[in-house]
Structure formats: C-alpha cells, structure tokens
C-alpha cells in the first residue's frame, strides 16, 4: 500500500467520512466519466466542419477515428499496469491530464495526418479512466455498495454522450471549432483541481477486500491471464459489448437509412435509449448491492442480476419483424437498459473477484476484449447491413447477452465442494 495512505474498516470510518470523502470520490468519477465521453464525441459532432477545413474526406476520417479504437484497445493493458503502480489518485490524474491536453492540441492540427495523432494520444488517455475507476471503487466500497458505485460513474457515459452535442454545438458556432476542442478539454484541468482536493485525509476502506487482497499471486499480464476468471471476463466483455456498440453506433443511422425518419426527428428522440442505459447503469447497480444486503454472497447478486438482463436484451430481436417506430424505441431502450444492468454488473463482479492491487491491470486485460469486440464487430455489422439488411443483425445480437451470462458464470464459478 501506497506510504501515506490511512486505513480504516468500513465499521470504524467516521460518518463525515461516509458522507463526504467517499461520495464526493465517486463524483469525480461521474464527472471524469462525463468529460471522457465529450471529448470523445467532440470530433464525431465536429467532423463535417472539420473535414471541409482539412480538406479530408470520408475515408481518410474513417482512418483518423480507427487509430483511435487501436489506441483505446491497446492502451487498456498499459494503462491497469500504470494505474496500479502508481495508485488510483495520481493514476486518473495523470491520464485526465493526458487525454485534456490531447484534446486541446486537437484545436490546433492543420493536416489529416496531425489530426490522426491528436486523436491516437485521447485514446491513449482515455483507456486510464476505465481501470482507475473500478480500482478506486475497489478501495473506497464495501461489497454492497460497490454495485451502485460502479452504476452511478457509468451513468457519466451516457450524461456525456447526451449533454455533448448541444454543449459542443453552442461552442462551434459562438467561437469556432478549434475553440470547442480547446475549451472542452481545458475542464478535465479544472477535474484534477478538484480531485485532487476531494481526497484529502481521505483513508481508505479495508473491511470484505482485504480477503481478496491476499490471493491472487504475482501481478504481470502472463500470470494473469493464466486465471480463468480473467479471461473469461474478457470474454464475457468482448461477446456483449458488440450489441452497445451497434446501437450507440448503428441504431440512429437504421432509423433514418431503414425506417425513413428525419435526422431531427430522430434527435429529438434518441434521447430515450440514453436514458434507458443509465437507469439500467444506477438500477443494476442498486439492486445487486441490495442484495448483498439481505445475505446473498458479492458473485451470486451480480449474477442474479446479469441473468435477468441476459434474458431481457434478447427483446431487441422483434426489431427485426419491422414494428411501429414507437415499439422500435421501447425495444431499443430495453436493450440499452439490459445491457447496461449487464456491464454495471460485470464490472463490479470483478472488483469483487480479484485482489486489488491487481484490479486495474485485470480491468486493463478486460476492457481490451471489449475494445477488439467493438472493433471486429464494428466491420462484421457493417457487412451484413450492406450486403443483406439490419434484421440479420438484429437477430444475431440477441445471443449475445445469454452467451456473455454462461461465459461470466463460468469464469467464476467455484469448483465443486469448494462452495460460494
């Protein structure tokens, strides 16, 4: 443990503690969570202006924003090595830091070929978020809380994909596209400030981890990876993410290509499957820590939950039959509430399973899965909506959550008369 760093039992822990150190902690992460993804989308809503001044097309934007999911995958297993060597504190200081600066130098490009870079350096950054957070609620929660702490900085991704596209909008035309860049990533600074100040005398929290904390063996990506637990995770993760992906990604675009709706109607709708997605984030993550607290063990909670969501997202497949626009959406938000309940679940699964000063490195291995789901799916869909139609793939997305559940139970589950 990092010299300087108080420890308390989650018993002792004084309730100014409780009321203010941790939760002002998991603020931070919420915002954190919140700016990753509106410096992520700045350029998504900002490339037709950006190209036109670039002078970059189509093809040459698609290659720009692909050096960004290879940086993003890759980065995830430097980014848990680093983040557990230096601690959560200094760690997600240090990539917010990165990605902000990454972000406002993106203000500045004048070719395709800076722009490549500026964007290759975000993702970089950005993978650190998503093995510090879980980290530092491995440290700050005990096992019934954990479920609603990873919920509620989870929910951020979805504040940021909603509140991005006007924020960055007003910013492009009162100031200029390069303004937008630098003053959304000038607000990550303003993040460390305060992250920095909120964990003050903050001690840390011992109680159901410290179990954890004396298995796990030798740290290094090669011994672990010898764990079926975190590869099967990582299979999970690599098998359920493709289904977000496609309606983060793909959804609008069949509304409008397949279903003939307008690009402002179907603005000022898609707000719904966002918000589907972080009830599922808070409501997956309350209910699993719920019951924790009425006795059932961490592992068995989250898979409880996960269970229902893997029986739920398979609804998505009656989009297929080509249901009224209305159904369409109550579809599509079930699916991003399940997945959603699914991920929260998962995530805090792992927290729960392995020894925290390896959590990050392990989420580092579990999140490059889902990067390369994202990516190998990404190109499979895209085939299969050009060559044949959307139900084909709206078909094929509803095995995925019921094969993600077998493939987590198995990564975890306990051999025979071994018990939970």
């Excluded at 093809?59 to 848990?80: E, K, P, S």
């Excluded at 722009?115 to 609620?137: I, M, Q």
């Excluded at 699993?288 to 898979?303: C, E, K, W």
Aim: net charge positive; aromatic share 12%.
């Amino acid at each position: 443990m990092a010299a300087g760093v108080r420890t308390v039992s989650v018993v002792d822990g004084s309730p100014s503690f409780r009321s203010r150190a941790r939760w002002g902690i998991l603020a931070f992460l919420f915002l954190s969570t919140v700016l990753n993804y509106v410096d992520r989308q700045t350029l998504s809503i900002l490339a037709p202006i950006v190209q036109a001044d670039l002078g970059i097309d189509d093809r040459g934007y698609a290659t720009i924003v692909q050096w960004f999911l290879i940086a993003y995958t890759l980065a995830h297993l430097g980014a848990g090595w680093l983040t557990d060597r230096l601690g959560s504190k200094l760690g997600l200081a240090l990539f917010v830091g990165w990605w902000s600066l990454a972000n406002m130098l993106t203000g500045l490009v004048q070719s395709a070929a800076q722009l490549g870079a500026a964007r290759f350096a975000l993702g970089l950054g950005e993978a650190g978020n998503y093995t510090a957070a879980p980290k530092t609620v491995a440290e700050r929660f005990p096992a019934q809380e954990r479920g609603f702490a990873v919920g509620v900085y989870t929910a951020g991704a979805m504040v940021g994909a909603t509140i991005a596209p006007p924020l960055i909008g007003w910013l492009a035309l009162a100031h200029g596209w390069r303004a937008a860049f630098m003053a959304t990533g000038a607000l990550g600074f303003v993040w460390i400030v305060g992250w920095w100040l909120v964990h003050r005398g903050a001690p840390l929290v011992t109680a159901d981890t410290d179990a954890t904390d004396e298995a796990g063996g030798r740290g290094g990506w090669l011994p672990l990876l010898r764990q079926r637990p975190v590869w099967g995770l990582a299979l999970a993760r690599m098998v359920t993410d493709p289904v977000w992906y496609f309606y983060l990604f793909w959804f609008p675009k069949y509304m409008i290509d397949d279903r003939g709706m307008g690009l402002m109607q179907m603005a000022q709708v898609a707000w719904i499957v966002y918000l589907a997605a972080d009830m599922g984030s808070l409501i997956g993550g309350w209910g699993s820590g719920r019951l924790v607290r009425q006795g059932l063990t961490p592992a068995r909670s989250r898979l409880c939950l996960m269970a229902g969501a893997a029986l739920l997202a398979p609804l998505g497949a009656s989009i297929a039959g080509g249901p009224s626009i209305t159904m369409t959406f109550v579809f599509a938000a079930i699916v991003a509430f399940s997945h959603l309940v699914f991920l929260t679940n998962l995530t805090t699964l792992a927290v729960d399973t392995f020894p925290r000063r390896h959590v990050a490195t392990i989420f580092g291995i579990i999140a490059a899965g889902s990067g390369l789901g994202g990516m190998l799916s990404t190109r499979l869909v895209g085939e299969f909506a050009s060559a044949q139609s959307y139900g084909t793939v709206f078909l094929a997305m509803a095995v995925l959550h019921p094969l993600g559940w077998v493939l987590a139970w198995w990564a975890v589950r306990r051999p025979r008369g071994n018990g939970e």
